[in-house]
């Protein structure tokens, strides 16, 4: 192979084969590498990008690993208390209707401390998008168990795996919000492969877009790996996720246009 | 003042004040004494007259976070509780603080601790001055004694509350709350516009325009040094607002031998107790904390130089009387009499308290 391509000639328009979003900023990511938080901060900000929508846009970082999304995340961003990102959420949407509105959130930021905060604006049917990094532990602080911890999981508190007898069971918090009437658009992706991490931006779009028709909350769970919470490499992580989290957090659309399309 | 007067219960009377004063939204969650306030704002349909957002949160965690939202947009948000609520909305608080972001949270206390009782208290005076939450921060702490205070103290409360970006509590009871007197009520304001939210408060996140680069609005900062530059700011205000925000009423303490210091409904009962001693013979004056913090430390020592004795009444086991003790010159001597589990005292008791202490010893 001999034609090697210059430095002018990659730099040509024409040559561009990806370009970062103007709206991820240059801050190094805090995220260890191999995890999904990166590229579902990239797909989201990326689609706020393509429909213009900089300046409309307040964005809620959750208390979780992405704690400091508003680093990356080029938009006016709120960094809330652990769980209560629907809460403001709800109160800038309903103080400024015509602003894009997102909480950013894991599952112990949503699934555990802030269950209250998600089911009520969901159930109120708030126009803000939701987007949940279901990865099954708490990542920041260390690998604890999360309420989304599967069933014989190990975690640093369930060192011999979730016994659910004591422990309790897995929470499926999308299906469970599905069932409420204010959710309009619930969805489950994953950003663990270049298919999924398109169809995952397409969900995310079809969820901001929805928003911008004010027609109730909608609601885009990611399930992703947490590598180092796993205690695995990444790729292991992810394999570990295909054949584990998936078939008890099955990817696809849970609710459109307001009506369930699967059984919950 | 405004010029409409009116018959008003304390409560409704914060609820109007609310609306003309141009607030953007209220956030609650119903509690005894005070659930008349969003009664009122839901009878009243201000989203309708001035687009005021009034919500019924799923909790006091909720409501406090939605204050924090909305603050943090630049919107003069408020919401009003009693004490089970409030110790809920510590977490939220702290947080408020350490953002810097203006609100307004009206407590009307009651009896503690615990669920307690629904009657009056003044037992959160600890909680509202000292901290509550976590971390050093320090709320402006307005104590209205009339209904006519329950109305003005909103428009202080939020010119406060953006002149500091600080949190301003409202601490008042279930007898100001549910008490009827005539109020003059101010004119309709008209809300802030989003340009003019823009132009007032350029930290306010209303999205990034490319005139500016992204407002982040958070109390997170990893970096301790840098963390603590921020505290060092924050304390800096706090000894500002110490400085400019001393707020209090002195009743006919220059002739005073003996200064009753109290706040709110203790200070409504003992201008009565003093009306009785001053007919006794015995010359009594009240010295009325408005603001409780920053508390009116130096105007209370120069009065504790010239009297004889000074009495704290409180509807507590004695809280404020600490900062009384702290400030007033030790020759003189400082008592408490206090009733608590939402007993609230008589004038007589009081009489009885100053005569037994101060004048017969
Ligand atoms: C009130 C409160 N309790 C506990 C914590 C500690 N804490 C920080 S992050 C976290 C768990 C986050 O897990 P998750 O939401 O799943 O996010 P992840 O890091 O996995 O993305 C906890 C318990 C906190 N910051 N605040
Ligand atoms: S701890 Fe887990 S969730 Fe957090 S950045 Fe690392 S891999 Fe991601
Ligand atoms: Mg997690």
Redesign the pocket.
Known sequence: MSDTITKEQIFKPENIVYKKTDLMTDNVLSYCPGCG?GTAHRILMEVIDEMGLQSKTIGIA??????LAYEFMNVDMQQA???RAPALATAIKRLLPDKTVFSY?????????GTAETIHACNRGENFTVIF?????????GG?M?P?TLEGMKSSTSPYGRDPQSMGHPLKMTELVAQLPGTYYVTRQAVHTPAAVRKAKKAIRKAIELQQQKVGMTFVEVV?N?NS?WKMTPVDSNKWMVENMFPFYPLGDIKVDGKLVKEV | MGKELRLMKGNEAFAEAVIRDGADGYFGYPITPQSEVMEYLMVEKPYEKTGMVVLQAESEVAAINMLYGGAGCGKKVLTSSSSPGMSLMQ?GISYLAGSELPCIIMDAMRGGPGLGTIQPGQADYFQVTKGGGHGDYRLIVLAPASVQEMYDFVEISFDLAFKYRNPVIVLTDGAIGQMMEKVYIGEQKVRLTEEEIKEKYPWATLGKTPDRERNIITSLDLDPYRHERHNIKLQKKYKEIEKNEVRYEEINCDDADYIIVAYGTSARISQKSMDIAREKGIKVGIFRPISLWPFPKKALRQLSERVKGILAVEMSAGQMVEDIRMHAVESTPVEHYGRMGGVIPTPNEIVDVIENTFVKS
């Open positions: 938080h959750p208390v979780g690993c992405s704690v208390a652990h769980g959130q894991g599952d112990g930021d949503l699934a555990a401390i990094v279901n990865n099954g532990i708490y990542g920041m602080t604890q999360a989304t992703s947490c919470g | 977490e």
